[in-house]
């Protein structure tokens, strides 16, 4: 069967993925966040991180153009925080409680781990734009497990 859109979404959907709010700021110095499961490590050493950016949303060109995010990667809690920040909606940490990292960066106050990050390179990826990053600092808490995201749904870690 040839890969069309559907058959591509049916078929990474059996793929269950932790789930990731990134994090960044406008030009103007808004903070700007998406939930995204597409994020994956790349390298111990140097410390590389990637994440993908879908083209045809709101803060696409926020975080295109930015130079530092951030990656808060969701424990099984975390859900509503994730729906809302996959919301689109203008203000989105109206009511989120976060401070401030390197460069200035919006972080949760609430995670299993952060990585904050400069944009070491970024690589066109079809409807998506890849940014691969270096690690600059590691908040890790791991106090939960993880949230995860398959089939299109939210759910939690059930060990064997």
Not at 2 to 24: H, Y
Not at 38 to 46: K, N, Q, R, T, Y
Request: aromatic share 8%.
């Amino acid at each position: 069967m040839k890969p069309g859109k559907n058959e591509m979404r049916q078929a990474l959907g059996t793929f269950a993925s932790g789930v990731t709010v990134i994090t960044a700021r406008a030009e103007t110095g808004q903070p700007v966040a998406m939930t995204v499961s597409s994020f994956a490590g790349v390298s111990l050493e140097p410390p590389l991180v990637l994440w993908c950016a879908q083209r045809n949303i709101g803060p696409f060109a926020a975080f295109s153009a930015a130079e530092h995010f951030a990656v808060h990667v969701l424990h099984d809690g975390q859900g509503e925080l994730a729906m809302h920040f996959a919301r689109d909606i203008d203000d989105k940490f109206a009511g989120v409680r976060y401070g401030q990292g390197l460069a200035n960066l919006p972080l949760l106050a609430d995670h299993a781990a952060c990585f904050q990050c400069h944009v070491e390179h970024r690589i066109e990826g079809g409807d998506h734009l890849i940014l691969l990053g270096r690690v600059l600092e590691i908040d890790c808490r791991n106090t939960a497990d993880p949230l995860l995201f398959h089939g299109g749904r939210l759910g939690a870690f059930a060990p064997v």
